[in-house]
């Protein structure tokens, strides 16, 4: 059984960055995609970055493009994400998913309930 656990979130002011974490146990990573989502009360849980078993495919979100960078580090069962200029809509609460086996075709890779693991959550709020 795969664990999650999320760190990195804080209160940030618009524009800067910070870098979230999420490390796993329970089993390796090299077989998982790994995805960072967000979520703000009121709201459904939308898909921020995803990243492939081997590293080599990526997706993000347009709200994102050219300002996240998503990593992953399989010796270490680590998957980052790097959040710079940063915007008071990039507030939410950011939860790490894992699964295997997913087509990262099309749009696939940011709905939620194709992840069968999921961390805790950080909390990230950028202020104005």
């Known amino acids: 059984q795969l664990q999650l656990v999320e760190s990195g979130g804080g209160l940030v002011q618009a524009g800067e960055s910070l870098t979230l974490s999420c490390v796993a146990s329970g089993s390796t990573v090299d077989a998982f995609t790994l995805g960072w989502f967000r979520q703000v009360p009121g709201k459904e849980r939308e898909g921020v970055s995803c990243?492939?078993?081997?590293?080599?495919?990526?997706k993000s979100a347009d709200s994102v493009k050219g300002r996240f960078i998503i990593s992953r580090d399989n010796a270490k069962n680590v998957v980052y994400l790097q959040m710079n200029s940063l915007k008071p809509e990039d507030t939410g609460v950011y939860y790490c998913?894992?699964?295997?086996?997913?087509?990262?075709?099309?749009?696939?890779?940011?709905?939620?309930?194709?992840?069968?693991?999921w961390g805790q959550g950080t909390r990230v709020t950028v202020s104005s």
């Open positions: 998913a894992a699964v295997s086996g997913l087509s990262l075709y099309g749009g696939t890779w940011s709905i939620p309930g194709n992840y069968d693991y």
């Open positions: 990243i492939s078993s081997g590293g080599t495919i990526i």
